[in-house]
């Protein structure tokens, strides 16, 4: 199935989609394709960089505000719950009422909204604004995508959604040593601040560059009744994966929560089967590489996002680097997504993506093993060659996922597609990190006790093992004030031995998640519909 596509350029909201007709050409800057790729990076930068920027500045916002730690907390998961409660729904409203449109909306509330937490005053405040940044930002993602598949011929796309994926790494690993520079030398004002004139920019330039593209048959209803379902579905879901380390995975809860969300993806599925214009025509499904891609989307992110979760522990709490310095002992990751991405999507065009992305998810399985060796002795080096090594085996799968979902759904969908890869990278992401949470969980309650009599240190009561095991989780060393030197060397010892078991099982089985992604990788293959792209714009 493939679909024409008519280019408004007559700005926002100027009349509904034409008839059939061969796309007009772009004229000068004005919807050329590299300019417009440039213009959309803006933008997807501010969101992927607030995905980690935030959490250096965590701790100064507690201590300004009076914030517990479940408030601080929040200011993560409000952000992600948003985001990823909203994505796919986003990503309709693009394929509705244009991706241009969508983009603009989604970059100024977004820099609006971050404003507005630079002038909070209230923890509550930050937390209710966070939201309405993840709302905003799942407006532009999608958008972003979208634009790009309808703007860019087949034979280039991959190379642009490589120069796209190298802004989300880039911004996503380089997040926590620009916002450690800014708290430490301005203030934690400063990581909400930056994006307003980010956003005006993109906001010009989005003025002035992009062109509306929508399909001739793009959906012209909503499906309401879809969007409650999966929405409340989705939120189900995710919170069932941000509460499940503090209530418990037997905790009956965390269990209702994850069957209510099974049961409303039953309804919602059934639902879609019924519905005239279905938010996610399950046809869609049939395509085996795209359903491939949206599963290996999935599986890198819980290999990725859940082992990387715990190195900025590993190398803050047993290291004792700052944040800044953290930040730069990562620059190999950040360094070999942005060399690769742009040649993985050069290769993936040549060779098609099911070789590279087998590859990549290989090397990334090896990066995960080789992580699951550090220890508290482990210098530099080391680290540099399995970070970096991640970081390249990441870049082909970032782009060849995501051009297997977009490329493989119809035009008129691709705002939809877009919402559903972003989506399944979110879920991956708590998924990974909830996951390799209780790993490591578990693995520390199981060692702690026997390494702390074996250090021969004074026997803990269950509340005080209890409590050592939460802090130990992070890497942290509880030692009480006042412990003279040698038991505070001990207890040191014990609780970073401890870490690093707990992180080399967590690593480990984000290798086997890996391994299992090669095996799904070989499932994918370019995009069918592709070629709808073609033609579209010039290089």
Not at 94 to 102: E, K, L
Not at 140 to 166: D, Q, S, V
Not at 287 to 297: D, E, Q
Not at 397 to 423: K, W
């Amino acid at each position: 199935m493939t679909s024409q596509t008519t280019i408004d350029t007559t700005g926002p909201g100027d009349g509904a989609p034409s008839g059939p007709s061969d796309p007009k050409p772009a004229t000068g800057l004005r919807g050329h394709p590299w300019v417009t790729l440039i213009t959309v990076a803006v933008g997807v930068m501010m969101v992927a960089l607030d995905g980690t920027i935030v959490a250096i500045a965590n701790p100064a916002i507690g201590k300004d505000l009076g914030a517990s730690w479940s408030e601080l907390q929040w200011i993560t998961n409000a952000y992600f719950l948003a985001l990823a409660v909203s994505l796919i729904t986003a990503g309709k409203l693009g394929d509705r009422f244009g991706h241009r449109q969508t983009f603009l909306i989604g970059v100024a509330g977004f820099a609006a909204s971050s404003g507005a937490i630079g002038l909070s005053d209230s923890i509550g405040a930050v937390i209710a604004f966070r939201v309405f940044q993840g709302l905003f930002g799942a407006l532009l993602m999608p958008a972003a995508l979208g634009l790009l598949r309808a703007t860019f011929p087949a034979e280039k796309l991959n190379m642009a959604i490589g120069i796209w994926g190298m802004v989300i790494g880039a911004s996503t690993a380089g997040g926590p040593i620009l916002g450690g520079v800014l708290v430490e030398h301005v203030n934690w004002q400063s990581v909400f601040f930056i994006n307003v004139p980010v956003g005006v920019v993109a906001v010009v330039l989005g003025l002035l560059i992009l062109l509306d593209h929508r399909a001739q048959n793009a959906p012209r209803s909503f499906d309401i009744l879809g969007i409650a379902l999966l929405s409340a579905s989705m939120f189900c879901l995710v919170w069932a994966l941000i509460k499940a380390p503090e209530w418990g995975w037997g905790d009956a809860k965390t269990w209702t929560f994850i069957v209510v969300s099974l049961v409303g993806f039953a309804l919602f599925a059934f639902w879609e089967t019924r519905v005239k214009e279905p938010l996610i025509p399950l046809a869609m499904f049939r395509s085996v590489p795209l359903s491939a891609g949206v599963v290996l989307m999935v599986l890198m992110a819980i290999a990725f996002m859940g082992g990387l979760f715990f190195v900025t522990f590993y190398l803050q709490n047993v290291h004792g680097m700052s944040p800044v310095d953290a930040g730069l002992h990562l620059l190999p990751l950040t360094a070999m997504m942005i060399v690769g991405s742009p040649a993985a999507g050069a290769l993936i065009t040549k060779a098609g993506p099911r070789i590279p992305l087998a590859g990549g998810m290989a090397l990334t399985a090896i990066a995960m093993y080789g992580m699951s060796t550090l220890d508290t002795d482990t210098g530099s080096l080391p680290m540099s060659i399995w970070f970096a090594l991640l970081g390249l085996g990441l870049a082909p799968v970032m782009v060849g996922a995501t051009e297997v979902i977009v490329g493989n759904a119809p035009l008129e969908l691709s705002g939809v597609a877009g919402g559903l890869q972003q989506a399944a990278m979110q879920i991956g992401g708590s998924l990974g990190t909830a996951v390799l949470g209780a790993v490591m969980a578990s693995k520390v309650d199981n060692d702690l006790a026997g390494n702390w009599a074996d250090a021969g240190l004074p026997p803990l009561t269950p509340a005080q093992l209890d409590l050592t095991a939460q802090a130990v989780q992070q890497g942290v060393a509880p030692v009480p004030e006042g412990t003279p030197a040698p038991v505070a060397g001990k207890i040191a010892d014990v609780a970073h031995d401890t870490f690093i078991s707990g992180m080399s099982l967590a690593s480990l089985v984000a290798a086997g998640v890996a391994v299992v992604a090669v095996l799904v990788a070989f499932l994918t293959k370019r995009g069918e519909n592709a070629e709808a792209g073609a033609g579209v714009g010039h290089i």
